[in-house]
């Protein structure tokens, strides 16, 4: 690992004046889950290191004034863990308690895994699916972009160099909603070979009356199947449907070609599989 200097600052104007002045030979660590790894094996090669771990505004979580649950970019899984929070926002609780291990859930943070973009980690695909977004801070200022603007379609994010991720805001879905994240991977503490993400509304009549879904893994940032999540609008859905919507979703997230990999092929047969799971759940909550 090469030499760096590590910073820590207690403030975050404090922080984003740090990468500032330091420009593009400084990065903002967080758990460090990631980083470091990237580190040791010289993929990532920082000669300073920005601290986040002492931003007291940065860690922990609040539901603001409309029902929006704002949590802090620097709040570890296992706070989110031990937040239990209320409604479908447990989805997210239950999400980071079934990832990696626990050393990774002790140190790893929210905004560490949205910044890091890895399409095979859950979050991506959970705040693009539940309509999150985020808040950053830079020298440039502040400004809030949707969690489906956040992920490159190459691969890593949208956010500029020194430009901190603040908050991560997750709407309020308001009654007959549900959401469900569902994942395939090979051994417990893998990351997932795809991941599935369903959020739905349903109306007075139990038809439903927006839906999205949204796949994680299959590309280089999460995708939203738009035209099956159309396909379940204004519908009142039986289990035929949903094997339908499961067929659909692979259809349009990973069509058959010839020059198709194996390996896509078993992540085609995945999608249709979880997309069936997570529909089927998310009804379920969103029914009782
Ligand atoms: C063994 C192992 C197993 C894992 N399994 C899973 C799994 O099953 N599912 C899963 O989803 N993930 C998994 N992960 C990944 C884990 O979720 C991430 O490593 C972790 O969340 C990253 O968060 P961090 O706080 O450690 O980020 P760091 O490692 O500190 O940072 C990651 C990147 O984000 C940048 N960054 C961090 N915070 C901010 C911020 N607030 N603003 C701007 N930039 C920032 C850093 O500069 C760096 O580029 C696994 C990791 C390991 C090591």
């Not at 929006?68 to 937040?83: F, K, P, V």
């Not at 972009?145 to 997750?170: D, N």
């Not at 067929?247 to 198709?260: C, G, I, R």
């Given at each position: ?9 207690e403030a975050?104007d404090?922080a984003?004046a ?5 420009g ?9 889950q ?7 094996d ?6 300073v ?9 940065l860690?922990?979580w ?16 296992a706070?989110l ?6 409604g ?17 859930r002790t ?12 399409p095979?980690f859950d ?8 309509g ?5 801070a830079?020298?440039?200022?502040a ?6 603007e956040?992920f490159?379609?190459?691969g890593g994010?949208v ?16 009654a007959?909603?549900g ?28 038809r ?6 949204v ?5 280089q940032?999460p ?7 159309r ?6 859905l ?20 010839q020059?198709m ?8 047969e995945?999608v ?11 009804l379920?909550q969103?029914?009782s």
């Amino acid at each position: 690992m090469k030499a760096f200097t590590f910073l820590a600052p207690e403030a975050l104007d404090e922080a984003v004046a740090l990468l500032d002045r330091h420009g593009r030979d400084a990065r903002p660590i967080a758990g460090g889950q990631s980083l470091l790894l990237a580190m040791k094996d010289r993929i990532a090669r920082p000669s300073v290191l920005v601290s986040l771990a002492g931003l007291a505004d940065l860690r922990g979580w609040r539901y603001s004034p409309s029902g929006e649950l704002e949590i802090g970019a620097a709040t570890t899984y296992a706070a989110l863990i031990s937040a239990q929070f209320g409604g479908w926002h447990g989805e997210i609780s239950a999400v980071a308690a079934d990832l990696a291990d626990r050393p990774v859930r002790t140190m790893g943070t929210i905004g560490g895994a949205l910044c890091q973009a890895d399409p095979r980690f859950d979050m991506p695909a959970l705040a693009v699916g539940l309509g999150a977004s985020v808040d950053t801070a830079s020298a440039g200022g502040a400004r809030t972009i949707p969690a489906a603007e956040l992920f490159a379609a190459s691969g890593g994010t949208v956010l500029g160099p020194g430009e901190i991720l603040t908050t991560v805001r997750f709407p309020t879905l308001g009654a007959f909603s549900g959401v469900a994240f569902e994942k395939f991977r090979q051994r417990v503490f893998d990351a997932a070979v795809v991941s599935a993400v369903c959020g739905l509304r349903l109306d007075a009549d139990a038809r439903v009356a927006d839906a999205r879904i949204v796949l994680g893994a299959v590309a280089q940032a999460p995708v939203i199947a738009q035209r099956t999540g159309r396909q379940m609008t204004g519908r009142t859905l039986t289990e035929h449907d949903i094997a339908e919507l499961g067929a659909a979703a692979m259809e349009e997230v990973l069509p058959v070609s010839q020059a198709m990999s194996s390996f896509h092929r078993y992540q085609r047969e995945l999608v249709g599989v979880l997309v069936r799971r997570a529909i089927t759940r998310a009804l379920d909550q969103a029914r009782s």
